[in-house]
């Protein structure tokens, strides 16, 4: 089996029975373009290489200075694919089972304090309120408010966020049905800021939306004679299926633009936009849960992590509380 075919139909089966998203597919093919370069360049394909040639695009990995993280990303993408391959008969062995990956170090998340993010919230919704700025500028004010206040009630992925549907906004429940990795449907809560922000930006926007024009055969119409049956007016274009819609080939915002423009809002904020991010909004809302009392386990469901070894990264964030629990009400602590 050439290589090209074995990557397409392990992407195949990711797609098929995984539900791999394709952003998820998209990082597995590239992973694997690099693997299976580095074999064809020895004259060798996934379905003939050894162990040996694995431990050497390992260490040429290393020489090109990737990172440990990345490094480790690879080899399990190059890992899963012979894992397809043996369990599809396609060879008799994995030889990725004795290859130790890169040794990683446990880097804590970046974290932003509660009073940075109701300064970010509050400096977005200035925006709103300001009806003296321009049309333009106020309804990208209510878009930014709105993600933001969806994102830190939610802790939902970017990917997440980018793509909920426009019914999201008529929604009377205290929570969203949100559609994860692998299709895997999860009820988020919805604080009220969130869905105040959700009805403003409905709201602004269709005020914002342009009046339909009347079509030039409509025009005739009115002024000419009638003659038989009138021609019908084309229908209105419908209207958008996304809450965020955009002219991207997606259809709705991109996360790309919208953590470009967080950077921004951050700016106005007075916060270093490097120290944030989307995905640093999702770790804020996770540990500012955990200070506050939550159960690991509920923040692993709320994330909508499948293994509850993920979650365990904020357990600084828990090893924080304990202490301070211990100095603040234990008899002898202070003594």
Request: glycine share 6%; net charge positive.
């Amino acid at each position: 089996m050439r290589a090209d075919a074995a990557v397409d139909l392990f992407l195949d089966m990711l797609a098929s029975e995984r539900g791999a998203a394709a952003n998820t597919l998209d990082a597995y093919r590239r992973d694997l373009d690099d693997y299976t370069e580095f074999l064809a360049g020895e004259g060798l394909s996934p379905v003939d290489a050894d162990a040996s040639a694995v431990r050497r695009w390992i260490a040429d990995l290393h020489e090109r200075g990737l990172k440990a993280s990345s490094a480790a990303r690879r080899l399990s993408a190059a890992r899963q694919l012979h894992k397809f391959l043996y369990s599809e008969g396609e060879r008799s062995d994995d030889p990725t089972i004795a290859i130790d990956g890169p040794k990683l170090g446990r880097p804590l998340p970046k974290i932003m304090s509660i009073a940075e993010v109701d300064q970010l919230l509050a400096t977005a919704r200035e925006g709103v309120e300001d009806t003296g700025r321009p049309r333009l500028a106020r309804l990208r004010a209510a878009r930014m408010s709105c993600l933001l206040e969806l994102l830190y009630a939610t802790g939902m992925r970017v990917s997440e966020l980018v793509s909920l549907p426009a019914s999201a906004a008529n929604t009377r429940e205290r929570f969203l049905v949100v559609m994860g990795k692998g299709r895997k449907e999860r009820l988020t809560p919805l604080t009220d800021a969130a869905r105040l922000a959700m009805q403003r930006w409905r709201d602004i926007a269709l005020e914002a939306a342009p009046m339909p024009q009347a079509t030039p055969d409509a025009a005739r119409e009115k002024t000419a004679p009638k003659r038989g049956r009138p021609k019908k007016a084309p229908p209105p274009a419908p209207a958008s299926p996304w809450l965020f819609p955009s002219d991207s080939a997606s259809g709705h915002l991109t996360r790309q633009a919208f953590a470009r423009d967080l950077k921004d809002i951050a700016a106005a904020a007075g916060i270093a936009p490097s120290r944030i991010s989307p995905h640093v909004l999702r770790h804020a809302f996770a540990s500012h849960l955990l200070h506050n009392g939550a159960d690991l386990r509920i923040v692993q469901e709320l994330l909508g992590h499948a293994d509850i070894a993920t979650t365990q990264i904020y357990t600084h964030v828990l090893d924080e509380r304990l202490k301070s629990v211990v100095r603040d009400l234990h008899p002898l602590a202070r003594s």
